[in-house]
């Protein structure tokens, strides 16, 4: 009994009051669970930030994201999809469509640093971005610039009706998920310190591609500067990796443990 048989035989003992196999009951009970959507940043053509010690963001987001990943799911409290789970280059509209589309909770998109050539290369510590039309300060909007390089975002689709009931649909959902979205990067903000270096204003905004889904609440972490010799050394680390991992576990559950509550 297979595909659509399978799940009609499945639909056909609930409708009729039996029990369900117990595999069956596990599987939908997990459906029920909030979709937790991670982006680990870059890959395929595009490595993202370099290192001096050669090191390619693209090789430092995905097994954090695998990392944290796992972390989550054997928290058993939420369901994670990742926009890559291998080294492709994804569309940073495809990423923000994937969350839309899996209706996700929360898309938590995960980077690492650098600073231009020609710059300070002392810069460290891990920050949190939400986004906003204006950029926190020149090195938020230098970042948000080379981080939305890799192509532009889709269009947004909403309900067949007036552009004026749009214009109101559309504010209030954003409203929403900026409230949303910035809880998101406090939370982060709060269980990454202590833990993993901060820069001095570790919260931080700027106009992200990847965080202009309208109805999904979006955090961008940037773990740390490649473009710091030391810092470029701990992030390869997974012993680093997994400790920053975990920190982005309990904001997650922080987060989510509210949405229930709620």
Do not use: W
Request: hydrophobic fraction near 45%.
């Amino acid at each position: 009994m297979m595909g659509i048989h399978r799940r009609a035989f499945l639909a056909g003992l609930a409708g009729l009051g039996l029990p369900l196999p117990l595999h069956a009951q596990v599987a939908r009970e997990r459906l029920r669970l909030p979709l937790i959507v991670l982006d680990p940043g870059h890959g395929g053509a595009d490595p993202g930030a370099i290192g001096p010690g050669g090191t390619q963001e693209k090789r430092i987001t995905l097994p954090l994201a695998l990392e944290l990943k796992r972390v989550l799911e054997a928290g058993g409290r939420c369901r994670v999809a990742l926009t890559r789970s291998r080294d492709v280059f994804v569309p940073l509209s495809r990423r923000v469509a994937l969350a839309r589309e899996r209706e996700a909770v929360l898309l938590l998109s995960i980077h690492a640093d650098a600073m231009p050539p020609g710059q300070s290369q002392l810069l460290r510590g891990a920050s949190v971005y939400t986004l906003s039309e204006t950029a926190t300060d020149p090195l938020a909007a230098a970042l948000a610039r080379r981080e939305n390089l890799a192509d532009r975002a889709g269009g947004l689709r909403l309900p067949s009706v007036s552009p004026e009931v749009q214009r109101i649909l559309l504010s209030l959902m954003r409203q929403e998920t900026r409230a949303g979205s910035e809880r998101l990067a406090r939370l982060t903000v709060n269980a990454l310190d202590g833990d993993v270096p901060l820069l001095s204003q570790p919260l931080r905004r700027a106009q992200f591609v990847v965080l202009k889904a309208p109805d999904v609440p979006s955090a961008l972490v940037e773990c740390g500067f490649l473009s710091n010799p030391a810092e470029e050394a701990l992030l390869k680390r997974p012993q680093h990796r997994a400790k920053i991992a975990a920190a982005l576990a309990e904001a997650v559950h922080g987060f989510i443990g509210r949405r229930v509550a709620a």
